[in-house]
């Protein structure tokens, strides 16, 4: 029946219940100690049992904040190819400490960085319109950059490149 499947019905589960699915929850991928908190909530611990299995998660390592920071940035820059800005504040809202933030942006290396910029600022001015102004491309690319969470002194830096004189 449809009032079975309703999820405020749903059963409260043990502390040793929890501590397997999130053990399994955080094998899976890399979590931040928000998405998991969470994640107890849904599966109806609160209070004091949410502490202890947090902290067991921990204790064997199934949850790293550094580790979660660091696959984080990481994947973030290879896959959808943002900055370290916007890295940065993704990182910030899940409340990730400062330290753990900043061993994340040791992995995004210098070179790889600026020419990943420099291939989606490309990408982005052959799409652009050819009777626009070239104020307006630049203002364009710098824009997109901007979005894309990268620093405007890159920016601008590769753009110099990426505009023919």
């Known amino acids: 029946m449809a009032w079975q499947r309703n999820n405020s019905l749903?059963?409260?589960?043990t502390p040793s219940q929890a501590l397997k699915k999130l053990e399994r929850y955080c094998a899976y991928q890399d979590r931040c100690h928000q998405e998991v908190r969470r994640k107890l909530y849904e599966v109806g611990l609160y209070?004091?049992?949410?502490?202890?299995?947090?902290?067991?998660?921990?204790?064997?390592?199934?949850?790293?904040?550094?580790?979660?920071?660091?696959?984080?940035?990481?994947?973030?820059?290879?896959?959808?190819k943002w900055g370290r800005i916007r890295i940065q504040l993704e990182l910030k809202k899940r409340?990730?400490?400062?330290?753990?933030?900043?061993a994340a942006m040791q992995e995004l290396e210098e070179y790889d960085y600026e020419g990943t910029l420099k291939i989606l600022l490309e990408k982005r001015y052959?799409?652009?319109?050819?009777?626009?102004?070239?104020?307006?491309?630049?203002?364009?690319?710098?824009?997109?950059?901007?979005?894309?969470?990268?620093?405007?002194?890159?920016?601008?830096?590769?753009?110099?490149?990426?505009?023919?004189?």
């Open 10 to 13: 749903k059963q409260r589960s």
């Open 95 to 102: 409340q990730i400490s400062k330290y753990c933030i900043k």
């Open 47 to 80: 209070g004091e049992d949410v502490d202890q299995v947090m902290a067991k998660l921990i204790e064997t390592r199934f949850l790293d904040e550094e580790r979660f920071a660091r696959s984080y940035a990481r994947g973030k820059f290879r896959m959808k």
């Open 126 to 165: 052959e799409k652009q319109k050819d009777g626009l102004h070239p104020y307006a491309k630049r203002q364009d690319l710098i824009t997109y950059g901007m979005r894309k969470g990268y620093e405007i002194e890159i920016i601008k830096h590769v753009i110099s490149e990426v505009i023919p004189a």
